[in-house]
């Protein structure tokens, strides 16, 4: 008599038992995630101007700024009782810490004062105090009853400017602020009371907290976890059992960003890892995968236990994975292709998140398989535990609440799919009305030191997020002071004082943004009223000044010392911190730069173009009669203050027309109505035609308005008028591999707007156009995807709206509730559809199983509601419960998810519980073959177990009332039948025979 083969895993095919090698080699791939995990994060960067892709214009635009302005990188350090009236400590800290490693110089705001108070810039210390406040020195501090306590308690700072190679490099920037604190300790100040702040740490204390917050918090959510597990699966050994996967997976998903930067350097020959690297959401990316892995990890634990109640303890383990292997990998492998949308991303977080999510994915299922089986099989559970979460009759059956919730869903499926698709609805209307927080996107929560730092200064001292402005003007454009401004008949060329001017005019109109505490520029160091700037010698300090400060510098071709012929004049702005609680948009902050700075440059090319029109004509600017024309109010005889053509009168009053000074006309006095008046256009050009120039610098906004304009420009100029429009000037053509130096003829004034805010805005937009993007692929792909999975495209179509609804639902409350979202926005989208995905997928499999072994479709709906629904309530508590301790943490993407993840898992238990199942039941699956109960068997008996095909007695569904003996037919059914015909009815013996002989007659009576 043939013996029975043993299980696989019991099996001694290579000599040991297939078990212990499966056990090796999963532990040998195991043993290198910790020294991984640990490594990646150690390294980790989040530097903003690296989140961009290389090839991106900001990204350019930004390493332009770096090569040129290489020591621009600083850190801010000040402290309650550090100010003018108390230089003593400042100067010995500054003392001690100038020179050190990675430093490049020191400033302080007493050495600024110095330095604005003696030759040849001459100003009083008030004068210089007022230049330096809002970046170097603070407002005057008042006494409780507002006084004003004197310049003395202005509070001042020091600001240490790092080296290229420091500022790159975390653990350097870490090495500097010890030394600053090891200095500020020598010099009197307790570190502990040190104020810190600047672009150059943002990277370190991010990356800090962002490892604080995932040993602390992160490791509080899989405690809590596996607390809810131990609740629900009421065993020590069953809890462990699917955590510890859960948390491999999760440090092996870290794992694998370090050894792809190792394989990254070592086989793509780069000097440091581009993909390779954590940044504070790839940090996050275990805490993901920690979550799918447990809800596999509790789905294995519940077919184990089915097999164990349907065919004993032999062979349980290797059952319960052929059970669930097929819905794994397919839910990993759609999980990673959705994740996979986001490597086609402009930021490289985006990027590597997407990549290492997915790969964190697919290596879940390997945990899954190979730990849980094999402790299983090896230790198998004790039989009292089985029991223990067999249901309530200890037969696998569900909890009368869980079933009262699929016939709920499956009675009133009419109105659940109503309910549904209302909700999806208005899920969808609050998701349009999402939008960005355009902050700094490492920003951190209120609790953290670095917002707290970033509010002090700001409250006390100035801003300390730099915005930086450049403006490029070619050395084609200089000139002494005795050299014709329009020699060349070209440009206007400029001396250094009018350079200066237009330097300061430019930081002025900077000043005036009200989230603009200070500026730095060359403008900054101009000499007090009567300095000779002009004076050669004085104009050299000036220079030489200016370049050691790197507020203007010569500009150099890229990788190379050759000069472009080009001067670059910076001017730096201090923006407010958009850290938690302070109402700042970076985009409109980008807005508003552009809006004061380009009216500016606009009125100096307009010089030039009119300059090039005068000597077309045979005339100059200097000493010319030049008119401005502007459309204002009937009773108006100027243009408005800070009106384009109120800049460049201003510019035309300094550049030596007649009289030092334009004449305005207002073109609201040629209109009658609507329409140019003729006579008022003749007896206006009698007055203007004597004029050298007469000038149209901007269009009305109303298209109406500027339609009449253009008609009184053209019959002005018919009249003999010089009408010359500069509102509408022809592009300038630019060449990146031609030098200016070279070039010869005009040479444009050109600005450049970067810094961290400009990049924070630009990370924005590239968020936004990487989730519309992406949605163009994921939703297609979706649906293609279910509807391969389900067979059937209708059905398919209405199962991505239940696998979708979770998601939308969430962001659709964020979206009414007015929540702004950031890059942690992509950790609450792969929660959802991860999770939507695993009971999706696993319902539809069992579903369909049920289908083709001949049961009805509410059979099988219900059968497959038995199989998933203890484990999907199960993973909704433990992952959703477990992640909501994650809305403690400081670092805002956690922050996101720990808000955002009880919610989400409790609208995956509604389209998992309810919907799924209606739409299961639904006359719409009949489309794949689901056929639905006689109407007349309508009869409820208490369920009883079935044997489905090639299964022991595991299986739950409702016996009928022996309507095939009433004759009642049934409609024929398309799939495999999972009853045996014929003189197979021998076989279908054991004590479910005579079910299987009504199921039996029920189905072919009539028909055959």
């Not at 080009?566 to 923006?575: A, D, E, K, N």
Request: aromatic fraction near 6%; charged fraction near 15%; glycine fraction near 10%.
């Amino acid at each position: 008599m043939p013996t029975k083969q043993p299980s696989f895993l019991a099996r001694t095919t290579l000599g040991p038992p297939n078990y212990l090698l499966v056990a090796m080699a999963t532990v040998f791939m195991l043993a290198m995630a910790p020294l991984g995990a640990w490594k990646a994060a150690q390294r980790t960067s989040n530097q903003a101007q690296s989140w961009l892709a290389a090839s991106h214009g900001v990204a350019k635009l930004d390493r332009e700024f770096r090569d040129q302005f290489a020591d621009q990188q600083f850190i801010q350090v000040s402290w309650d009782d550090c100010t003018l009236g108390k230089p003593g400590k400042l100067a010995t800290l500054a003392r001690t810490l100038q020179g050190a490693p990675g430093i490049a110089r020191i400033e302080t705001g007493p050495q600024w004062i110095e330095r604005l108070t003696s030759a040849p810039y001459g100003w009083a210390e008030e004068g210089a105090v007022a230049r330096l406040e809002g970046t170097f020195v603070g407002p005057t501090q008042r006494d409780e009853r507002g006084a004003s306590l004197g310049q003395a308690s202005r509070l001042t700072c020091l600001a240490a400017y790092l080296t290229p190679i420091a500022a790159a490099d975390d653990a350097q920037v870490a090495a500097v602020l010890e030394q600053i604190r090891r200095a500020a300790a020598e010099s009197g100040v307790d570190p502990a009371s040190l104020r810190v702040a600047g672009p150059a740490i943002d990277s370190l204390r991010v990356g800090q907290e962002s490892t604080w917050a995932m040993l602390r918090w992160g490791g509080l959510a899989v405690l809590l976890g596996s607390t809810i597990c131990l609740w629900r699966l009421r065993s020590f050994q069953l809890a462990a059992l699917v955590s510890i996967p859960a948390i491999a997976s999760g440090a092996a998903t870290l794992a694998i960003v370090y050894y792809s930067g190792v394989l990254e350097v070592l086989a793509l020959d780069r000097s440091l890892p581009l993909l390779g690297v954590a940044d504070s959401l790839v940090l996050a990316t275990p805490l993901l995968t920690y979550a799918l892995t447990l809800l596999a990890s509790l789905r294995m634990v519940y077919y184990y236990r089915d097999a164990r109640l349907s065919q004993g303890v032999a062979g349980a383990a290797e059952r319960a994975v052929s059970d669930g292997w097929p819905a794994w990998a397919i839910v990993a492998l759609l999980f990673a292709a959705v994740m996979g949308a986001f490597c086609y991303s402009e930021l490289l977080p985006l990027r590597r998140f997407g990549l290492f999510a997915g790969m964190g994915a697919l290596a879940s299922v390997g945990a899954v398989l190979s730990i849980i089986p094999v402790w299983l099989h090896r230790f198998p559970t004790d039989e009292r535990q089985i029991q223990a979460i067999a249901g309530p009759r200890r037969d696998g059956s569900l909890s009368p609440r869980l079933a009262a919730i699929f016939e709920t869903a499956i009675s009133g499926r009419g109105m659940m799919a109503g309910f549904g698709l209302l909700v999806f609805l208005l899920a969808l209307a609050g998701v349009r009305g999402l939008a960005p927080a355009t902050q700094l996107p490492v920003a951190l929560a209120d609790r953290s030191t670095l917002a707290s730092d970033y509010d002090w200064f700001g409250a006390r001292i100035g801003h300390a997020v730099p915005m930086e402005v450049v403006l490029k003007i070619p050395d084609l454009r200089n000139r002494r002071p005795d050299e014709s401004a329009e020699a060349d008949g070209q440009q206007y060329r400029m001396t250094l004082a009018e350079q200066l001017s237009l330097v300061d005019e430019v930081e002025q109109r900077v000043r005036t943004l009200p989230e603009i505490s200070g500026t730095l520029s060359a403008a900054t160091l101009q000499p007090a009223a009567g300095g000779q700037i002009d004076d050669e010698e004085i104009a050299s300090i000036v220079r030489q000044d200016c370049n050691n400060l790197e507020l203007l510098q010569a500009e150099r071709r890229a990788g190379s010392s050759e000069q472009t012929g080009v001067q670059l004049w910076r001017i730096s702005g201090r923006l407010m911190a958009a850290t938690p609680g302070v109402e700042l948009d970076y985009l409109s902050s980008r807005a508003r730069l552009r809006s004061a700075v380009a009216p500016i440059v606009l009125s100096y090319e307009q010089r030039d173009w009119l300059v090039r029109e005068l000597h077309e004509r045979g005339g100059q600017l200097q000493r010319a009669d030049v008119c401005v024309l502007y459309h204002g109010g009937a009773d108006s005889d100027a243009p408005a203050a800070n009106s384009p053509e109120a800049l460049f009168s201003s510019l035309m009053a300094r550049s030596g027309v007649q009289g030092g000074a334009v004449k305005y006309f207002n073109l609201a006095q040629l209109e009658r109505g609507d329409e140019i008046n003729a006579d008022a256009v003749g007896r206006a050009s009698e007055t203007l035609k004597y004029a050298h120039a007469v000038i149209l610098a901007s269009q009305p906004a109303d298209l109406a308005v500027a339609g009449r304009v253009a008609v009184a420009m053209e019959q002005l100029a018919q009249a003999g008028v010089n009408a010359v429009d500069v509102s509408k000037l022809p592009a300038i053509e630019e060449s990146a591999t031609q030098l200016a130096v070279q070039s010869g003829g005009p040479g444009p004034i050109l600005f450049e707007m970067t810094g961290t805010p400009i990049i924070a805005a630009t990370i924005t937009e590239e968020l936004v156009a990487t989730l519309d993007n992406a949605s163009y692929w994921i939703i297609p792909g979706l649906i293609a995807a279910m509807m391969c999975v389900v067979w059937h495209p209708v059905v398919g179509l209405a199962t991505v709206a239940a696998v979708t609804l979770p998601l939308a639902l969430t962001l659709g409350v964020m979206g009414w509730a007015g929540v702004k979202f950031d890059l942690g926005i992509v950790l609450v989208a792969g929660l959802g559809l991860g999770t939507a995905f695993d009971s999706a997928v696993h319902y539809v499999a069992w579903y369909r199983r049920g289908i083709e072994a001949g049961l009805f479709r509410q059979e099988a709906a219900r059968m497959a509601y038995a199989r998933c629904a203890p484990a999907t309530v199960d993973g909704a508590l433990a992952v959703g419960i477990g992640l909501t301790v994650l809305a403690l943490s400081p670092v805002t993407s956690l922050h996101e998810l720990g808000i955002a993840a009880l919610g989400l898992e409790l609208a995956s238990l509604f389209a998992s519980l309810v919907v799924m199942p209606a739409i299961m039941a639904s006359p719409l699956t009949g489309m794949m073959g689901a056929d639905a109960a006689p109407e007349d068997a309508a009869v409820e008996v208490a369920p009883v177990r079935i044997v489905l095909p090639g299964e022991g007695d595991g299986e739950i569904r409702p016996s009928r009332t022996d309507v095939a003996a009433a004759g009642v037919p049934a409609p024929a059914h398309r799939g495999r039948s999972g009853v045996p015909t014929g003189n197979e009815t021998a076989a279908a013996d054991g004590p479910h025979a005579t079910l299987q002989a009504k199921l039996q007659r029920l189905r072919h009576v009539g028909g055959e």
